[in-house]
């Protein structure tokens, strides 16, 4: 069994006795140094499927995975050091493995280590740094860091204030459906600022956001 590409089998099992079937795979798999396995193995242990919710076996098996090098665990090892979710909460152990994941190029681990940087969590606060990393996940697309990325350049935080750049990544970021984003586009429009006033696309990126449950992420 390929257990890279075997995720999509934990969604689609059916029942429990294949969510079952699934869990015993992935454990033989994981204790035989599979970091595929020991990744899955570690959300089923998270989310209580195919076998009774257990964080604290979430975190030994994100850890056994993130120490053979997958990027996905080691990010998700950074959370759960972050949130303390299996484990005692320690901010810096969380931009150890944020760190190690985003310099394997993961976007999501490259924004959470440039909110790291840019709050002075379990590092020196350097608003630069937080700028870099937050420029590398917005470049592949993520709507989080877009979102972070267009603030950043409004507030004159890290970078000198820009508001072309800001409207620049908080249309990235709607486009992508961020809903804060879409919101702040709508503002944008509506007053003019870093692009000509539209009080048309204000009112229909206002209404995107509004379809939401919740515009304030």
Do not use: P
């Not at 994941?101 to 490259?110: F, I, L, P």
């Not at 420029?135 to 820009?162: H, P, R």
């Amino acid at each position: 069994m390929n257990f890279e590409n075997n995720f999509l089998n934990i969604i689609v099992a059916e029942n429990e006795k294949e969510l079952e079937n699934n869990f015993y795979l992935h454990q033989k798999a994981a204790e035989n140094e599979d970091k595929f396995a020991q990744y899955s193995l570690a959300h089923l242990y998270g989310k209580g499927e195919g076998t009774e919710k257990n964080l604290e076996k979430a975190f030994y098996w994100y850890q056994r995975a993130a120490e053979n090098g997958y990027e996905f665990a080691q990010n998700n090892l950074g959370c759960l050091y972050k949130n303390g979710e299996g484990t005692e909460k320690d901010l810096v152990k969380a931009f150890y493995w944020y760190q190690r994941a985003a310099e394997k190029g993961y976007e999501v681990a490259q924004n959470s280590l440039g909110c790291l940087y840019e709050k002075g969590e379990g590092t020196e606060k350097n608003l630069e740094k937080a700028f870099e990393y937050y420029q590398k996940a917005a470049n592949q697309g993520y709507n989080a860091t877009q979102n972070n990325l267009a603030l950043l350049y409004y507030k004159g935080k890290g970078i000198e204030k820009n508001l072309e750049k800001v409207f620049y990544w908080y249309q990235k970021a709607a486009n992508n459906n961020h809903e804060y984003a879409q919101n702040f586009l709508g503002y944008l429009y509506e007053k003019g600022e870093g692009t000509e006033r539209n009080l048309e696309k204000a009112f229909y990126w206002f209404n995107k956001a509004a379809e939401k449950e919740d515009c304030i992420v």
